[in-house]
């Protein structure tokens, strides 16, 4: 990956899939066969670290640790590590594409605070919700974004738009309706904590744009800067909160946490890598459905090899959010379709 980037150093891309459009390269055509080549490379390269992620995340959350059955349940902590793992690889990275960035750093500082908030609160959220439901509130990523275009952008949106954001809606509704069970407050909290990692989510996407009109970095300086401002804001927040003495005392009391810590941020840093080769390669809406399917993929594991079990109208409600998904990659899919064959 690190050497396909070296080639094409002038890529842009953002954080997420909130990128803007690789323009065609000049030039011969790729083959097929190089196209099928690099797709199962980005397929495969973002299926096997993500799903690595989700499993080993899961086990360092819900791990009982010593006689005591201490859980290491610490958000701002697991956000810290991704951070400074991910600061680590991209200077790495600069210095081996001999990078010298010249953007003014502060003009980071918004996307790095509500990209630190939505991992901090999603990561947060698993105290209240299970596995599966976390992962499946995170593939509703339509919904803030639209509420975002429609409010900021004033932007209006097609009808197919709003009919797949309703679905996605309905389905999240259908999988949390739980009828006779209690600890309904701490449900409730989780679905904020989960709502603000969304709305965290939608204000990515502007301030990402935003530098990418403005400054036009590169992926990699994007990546650098990100992580490196949430970095120094975490290390501020575990301070003050208290959660660096606590996340420290527990990976000293228990070293295999360590471990599996290193090893969840480094996967997350390698999945990053391949979501950008995906985009420069095959545009942000492949990417979009490849990372979607890759979620379901990931709850399917955590049901199977943690027991969660999922009701029948848990099971539809999925069904129908994947639906609204699969409804708004295609009709997304034929509006570019057209506004290519219009120009």
Known sequence: VTSEMKRNPSTQESRDVHTKEPKPTNGHPKSFQ??????????????????????????????????????????QFFVFAQCFVNTIVCWLTS???????????????????TYATAMIATNASTSYVDFPTMILAKT???????????????????????????????GICIFSYRPGKGGQETTYLGALLLMLALM????????????????????????LYTNFLSSIILIITLSVTGEGIHGINMLI?????????????????????????CIFKFGSLVCSLVTT????????????????SLTELQWLGTSVVFLGLAMDLFQSN????SAKKTQ
């Open 34 to 75: 190089q196209d099928a080549f690099w797709f199962v490379v980005c397929v495969g390269g973002i299926y096997v670290s993500y799903l690595a992620f989700s499993y080993v995340h899961e086990i360092l959350t819900s791990t009982e640790n010593g006689p005591d059955k201490r859980k290491f349940h610490n958000p």
């Open 95 to 113: 210095l081996y594409l001999r990078e010298k960035p010249t953007i003014p750093v502060q003009s980071f500082i918004p996307l790095s605070l």
């Open 140 to 170: 509703c990523k339509p919904i803030p974004v639209m509420i975002m275009t429609v409010l900021v952008l004033k932007k209006q949106q097609t009808v197919w738009k709003y009919l797949s954001v309703s679905m996605i809606t309905i």
């Open 200 to 223: 965290m989510d939608g204000l990515t996407g502007p301030f990402q744009e935003r530098l990418i009109r403005r400054h036009q970095p590169s992926q990699n300086t994007m990546m």
């Open 253 to 277: 009391q228990y070293p295999i946490l360590l471990l599996e810590l290193l090893v969840m941020s480094l996967l997350g840093a390698i999945g990053q890598n391949f979501i950008y080769l």
């Open 293 to 308: 399917t890759r979620k379901f993929f990931s709850m399917l594991i955590s049901v199977i090899a943690f027991g969660h």
């Open 334 to 337: 034929r509006h570019r379709m």
